[in-house]
T-cell receptor, first 112, second 113 residues
Framework: RKEVEQDPGPFNVPEGATVAFNCTYSNSASQSFFWYRQDCRKEPKLLMS???SGNEDGRFTAQLNRASQYISLLIRDSKLSDSATYLCVVRILTGGGNKLTFGTGTQLKVEL | ETGVTQSPTHLIKTRGQQVTLRCSSQ?????VSWYQQALGQGPQFIFQ???????GRGNFPPRFSGLQFPNYSSELNVNALELDDSALYLCASSGGDRGYGYTFGSGTRLTVV
């Protein structure tokens, strides 16, 4: 079983639609949680951190459920520029250091 | 404030050869980690360096090795290249041994033929 699982998509949605991505993680020792965005052939960039209390950044809302080890991302009023791959990421402590564990990513295509 | 820079941006190598990839960390960051991203996959953790010492390693064979220098820049070395090593190699720098606030470089795209 993968440590972080996501539906790979693609999700094809019309401009203005609301779209939700889900993610589950298996390591209960996971410390921090993030959504990253990755454009084609570019590096991942932090979209937002995810907290149990839920957090919102403009059109983006993220939620963490530690009990069910589940992370979500909601995008409202989607724009053409939101087309990208969205990576669910957890940070796990590893002895003296830590690592980020990525899901395979969910591809979003926003269409006219 | 400079970001994370990686070199080269693209590289083609032959199976069996050795390669060295380089990364300059963001100003103020003392931790560097390396990730391998194969096509259609998420990045996979290779290892992390903090103050010139490796302090975490993923499930990669010993032919993947690294260094961190006193200025916190880093190298990733891969010996005996295999076709499956073809991937985007990403470097991320962060502050502190627990690695808060990761910044990724734009990556080195390695093709092994």
């Amino acid at each position: 079983r993968k440590e972080v699982e996501q539906d790979p998509g693609p999700f094809n949605v019309p401009e203005g639609a609301t779209v939700a991505f889900n993610c589950t993680y298996s390591n209960s020792a996971s410390q921090s949680f993030f959504w990253y965005r990755q454009d084609c052939r570019k590096e991942p960039k932090l979209l937002m951190s995810v907290y149990s209390s839920g957090n919102e950044d403009g059109r983006f809302t993220a939620q963490l459920n530690r009990a069910s080890q589940y992370i979500s991302l909601l995008i409202r009023d989607s724009k053409l520029s939101d087309s990208a791959t969205y990576l669910c990421v957890v940070r796990i402590l590893t002895g003296g250091g830590n690592k980020l564990t990525f899901g395979t990513g969910t591809q979003l295509k926003v269409e006219l | 404030e400079t970001g994370v820079t990686q070199s080269p941006t693209h590289l083609i190598k032959t199976r069996g050869q050795q390669v060295t990839l380089r990364c300059s960390s963001q100003s103020g960051h003392n931790t560097v980690s390396w990730y391998q991203q194969a096509l259609g996959q998420g990045p996979q953790f290779i290892f992390q360096y903090y103050r010139e010492e490796e302090n975490g390693r993923g499930n990669f064979p010993p032919r993947f090795s690294g260094l961190q220098f006193p200025n916190y820049s880093s190298e990733l070395n891969v010996n005996a290249l295999e076709l499956d090593d073809s991937a985007l190699y990403l470097c991320a720098s962060s502050g502190g041994d627990r690695g808060y606030g990761y910044t990724f470089g734009s990556g080195t795209r390695l093709t092994v033929v």
